[in-house]
């Protein structure tokens, strides 16, 4: 595969990741702000859809892609910008993972809430506090990153 190819589609499932994950985080805070149980239920069943059909696939293509380029250009990976970036993904899953389980535990809590007509657990806030407090580092990683891949220096290759 060419270069330009793998490049775009990095870029593309970049665009995709980063794009849903910040959207999910956004209808999520705002749909718990509502304090309206059904409305928070179904959103949670939408995010936790979102990150099986879009953040899943994307979250493998991003490593796969990226250090395929990095293969092709003949760059170590001790490149400051590359390990920089590796790193700070590493950071990003390992918030993420658990992000995932407490994003189904909180549908599963906000579906049993609206099948009965009841308000939210608290169980259910203290897993939204630490979905947030999650999504804090692994969001600013993802920026990070994207910062580096703009504004790296590859020797004899363009933008």
Known sequence: MSYTTLKTLHILSMVLLFGTGLGSAYYKWMADRSGHVP????????????????????????????????????????????????????????????VVGLQIRMQRLSQAAAVRQ??????????????????????????LIVVMMVAKHVPGVGS
């Open 39 to 98: 409305h928070i239920a179904r959103t949670n069943r939408n995010v936790v859809l979102a990150d099986w059909i879009f953040t899943t696939p994307t979250v493998m293509l991003q490593p796969l892609t990226g250090l395929w380029m990095v293969h092709q250009l003949g760059l170590p990976w001790s490149t400051p910008w590359i390990a920089a970036s590796l790193g700070l993904y590493a950071l990003a899953a390992a918030c993420w993972l658990p």
């Open 118 to 143: 009841l308000a939210l657990a608290p169980d259910y806030w203290r897993l939204a506090r630490w979905w947030f407090w999650l999504g804090v580092p692994a969001f600013t990683a993802m920026v």
